[in-house]
């Protein structure tokens, strides 16, 4: 059974950085592109940041561009989300995904096989 178990959320104050994990069990995870998403109060998911499984190769919204930065460690089944100055747009659920041998299309949300059950982060003025 697959768990995609997201951590590191909380109430924090503008300007400040958080770290999320996102730790995966259940699939050969170093197979996988992670992706993080975000979904604010009625708005949209919306894709944030992704880390393919072939090359590592990173890519941002441009909202978070410059201030967030994914990674992974294979040897952990983990995946993580640096998140630098914060501010209050940046309140949402914070949710990873795992797209099996995902290469192209990687901002899309339904090109993701699993989803984890998300993490609130609050930043507030």
């Known amino acids: 059974q697959v768990q995609l178990v997201e951590s590191g959320g909380g109430l924090v104050q503008a300007g400040a950085s958080v770290r999320l994990s996102c730790a995966a069990s259940g699939l050969a995870f170093s197979q996988y592109t992670m992706g993080w998403f975000r979904q604010a109060p009625g708005k949209e998911r919306e894709f944030v940041a992704r880390?393919?499984?072939?090359?590592?190769?990173?890519r941002y919204a441009d909202s978070v561009k410059g201030r967030f930065t994914i990674s992974r460690d294979n040897a952990k089944n983990t995946l993580y989300l640096h998140m630098n100055s914060l501010q209050p747009e940046d309140t949402a659920v914070y949710y990873c995904a795992a797209g099996y041998n995902l290469r192209v299309s990687t901002s899309q949300p339904n090109k993701y096989n699993y989803w984890g059950q998300g993490t609130q982060v609050t930043v507030s003025s």
């Open positions: 880390i393919r499984w072939v090359d590592r190769n990173t």
